[in-house]
């Protein structure tokens, strides 16, 4: 069984703790670029390029290393980060895979033909709202934008259909956001590809005019639908899930808009294989482990992410799989790259 004890330890008490350690872990330089030969006895060793949090993923990584006898060296840090750093590295760069928060940095990747090509069998049997059309990153876990709400203060008549009902006057200062949180930009790189820049940098002005209340993050948002400063908020669905793990009864719920509808925007977690990495079969074996079915029931589990195959017993606190596949958009995940573009609109908005 995979235990990912740093993170339980929010259900003892432990915040301050695991904050300390986390505060001191300094990270081991990564060297070589990996010249091994694909599949030759010295590739027992990874280098990872992660943009996931080390406190949810590492459980992970070390079952892996258990199982396997595969020796994975990790470094951490922010996707877009990573990504542009594996970029500025080329072909010297030391990574052998690179697993990313989210579809924009791994299309970008793709596209910039810095990724290898992956076997058929990790792409195939994949829902449309979790492919990549390249076929040089698969998905890993998913997880879905969702509009947070007070059951107390909010009437079923007044649930929207569509997130561009948001800027409608029945919600003006009702509606929270969160401009510079990666997720809710990401959100809006997929609404412009989905409906084009014109009517994105409409809503946007729109949804200013109509005084949304700017947050720092998804936290503050459903902390402050808890303390009655708003109604409303765009998050990602497992915020309010993690607060429920301390109290089931905290005073917010959660739910999808319209099916189809992009503010139900469902984002992934995916990884690659660097064109670079000479260790090709045991990155391969790295892909494989996180799509088996305990990897993947941790993310459900543990994480509050959606799978990305069948099979997984059903998180009762999630909605259920085929209803987020009924409810997402169809969208081309690998053209979510183009973050500058979104950063424009963004401050063209008025919002950075």
Excluded at 73 to 81: H, L, Q, S
Excluded at 97 to 112: C, E, K, P
Excluded at 178 to 192: I, K, L
Aim: charged share 20%.
């Amino acid at each position: 069984m995979i235990r990912n004890e740093r993170y339980m330890t929010r259900n003892t008490g432990c915040r301050a703790a695991l904050l300390l350690l986390l505060s001191t872990v300094v990270l081991a330089p990564l060297y070589g670029a990996g010249s091994e030969e694909r599949g030759s006895a010295a590739a027992r060793e990874l280098i990872l390029y992660a943009g996931r949090g080390e406190p949810l993923v590492d459980p992970l990584i070390r079952e892996f290393e258990r199982q396997t006898g595969i020796q994975v060296r990790v470094r951490y840090g922010g996707t877009a980060e990573l990504a542009v750093l594996l970029a500025e590295e080329g072909e010297r760069s030391p990574a052998d895979l690179f697993w990313g928060q989210d579809a924009g940095a791994l299309g970008s990747l793709a596209g910039a033909d810095m990724l290898s090509e992956l076997p058929a069998a990790l792409l195939g049997n994949k829902p449309n709202i979790y492919a990549s059309v390249t076929g040089r990153w698969v998905a890993t876990s998913g997880r879905a934008r969702v509009l947070a709400y007070s059951p107390q203060r909010v009437s079923a008549d007044e649930y929207p259909e569509s997130v561009f009902d948001l800027s409608q006057m029945r919600y003006r200062s009702r509606v929270g956001w969160a401009p510079t949180n990666g997720s809710f930009q990401a959100f809006v790189t997929a609404m412009r590809v989905a409906h084009g820049n014109q009517t994105t940098t409409q809503w946007l002005t729109a949804m200013r005019a109509n005084d949304t209340q700017a947050y720092r993050n998804n936290t503050a948002l459903v902390e402050a639908i808890a303390a009655g400063e708003i109604d409303f908020a765009l998050t990602n669905n497992y915020y309010l899930l993690r607060f429920r793990q301390q109290d089931t009864d905290y005073p917010v719920a959660q739910r999808f808009f319209s099916d189809g509808d992009i503010g139900n925007l469902v984002n992934v977690a995916g990884i690659g294989i660097l064109r670079s990495s000479r260790r090709y079969d045991s990155a391969v074996r790295l892909i494989e482990f996180l799509l088996a079915a305990e990897a993947q029931q941790f993310f459900t589990d543990v994480i509050y992410e959606y799978p990305v195959t069948t099979g997984v017993r059903q998180n009762p606190q999630l909605e259920d799989y085929q209803r987020l596949l009924q409810a997402g958009p169809q969208i081309d995940l690998d053209s979510l790259e183009d973050l500058e573009g979104t950063l424009m609109l963004l401050r063209q908005a008025g919002l950075l």
